[in-house]
Antibody, heavy 117, light 110 residues
Framework: EVQLVESGGGLVQPGGSLRLSCAAS????????MHWVRQAPGKGLLWVSR????????RYADSVKGRFTISRDNTKNTLFLQMDSLRAEDTAVYFC??????????WGRGTLVTVSS | NFMLTQPHSVSESPGKTVTISCTGS????????VQWYQQRPGSAPIIVIY?????PSGAPDRFSGSIDSSSNSASLTISGLKTEDEADYYC?????????FGGGTKLTVL
């Protein structure tokens, strides 16, 4: 089955760190751009970051630049998002999504990140 | 910054046709492809239209997309509405390789 499954979300204090994972299956992971998109409670979708199929190119939204790092392990079909210096406004459901470069043809179910003291 | 504006909500009866608009803030919306995503409550988004008017496999042919350059807007049209179409719908495009989403439209089928 073609799917993406996120994990690693939870409750973290402001200033803390969290690492999200996204396990891909059912397709050739190493051939696709991959993205993280988030959705704050009751709000709309916001693109966070993307990484090229071979991991050579990454890009970030201004709101997370310098604090979040996207990476991937094509040998394990897994996408990661390292989130540091977390803020209350980072509270959201984080979805991983399969690209093309600038849109998303497959989404995971998401993992909830709550930043609160 | 480039923005996409959608109506907050629309409603229509089962069996009818509804159109959701997505207006670009600047430039020409026709310059870059527009996608549409459906998100049911508590679920992940799924793509229903890509590259302005292309339907992915599995998306019902009741869904169609179009571009109107005169109003600098994109539209998602759903015909033969079903109660299962009740969801939030998001348009999405890009500007200088920055991905942009519209604010979303809540479709109520009543």
């Amino acid at each position: 089955e073609v799917q993406l499954v996120e994990s690693g979300g939870g409750l973290v204090q402001p200033g803390g760190s969290l690492r999200l994972s996204c396990a891909a299956s059912g397709f050739t992971f190493s051939s696709h751009w991959m993205h993280w998109v988030r959705q704050a409670p009751g709000k709309g979708l916001l693109w966070v970051s993307r990484i090229k199929s071979d991991g050579s190119t990454t890009r970030y939204a201004d709101s997370v630049k310098g604090r979040f790092t996207i990476s991937r392990d094509n040998t394990k079909n897994t996408l990661f998002l390292q989130m540091d210096s977390l803020r209350a406004e980072d509270t959201a459901v984080y979805f991983c999504a399969r690209g093309p470069l600038l849109w998303f043809d497959l989404w995971g179910r998401g993992t909830l990140v709550t930043v609160s003291s | 910054n480039f923005m996409l504006t959608q109506p907050h909500s629309v409603s229509e009866s089962p069996g009818k046709t509804v159109t959701i608009s997505c207006t670009g803030s600047s430039g020409s919306i026709a310059s870059n492809y527009v996608q549409w995503y459906q998100q049911r409550p508590g679920s992940a988004p799924i793509i229903v239209i890509y590259e302005d008017n292309q339907r992915p496999s599995g998306a019902p042919d009741r869904f169609s997309g179009s571009i109107d350059s005169s109003s600098n807007s994109a539209s998602l049209t759903i015909s033969g509405l079903k109660t299962e179409d009740e969801a939030d719908y998001y348009c999405q495009s890009y500007d200088s390789s920055n991905v942009v989403f519209g604010g979303g439209t809540k479709l109520t089928v009543l």
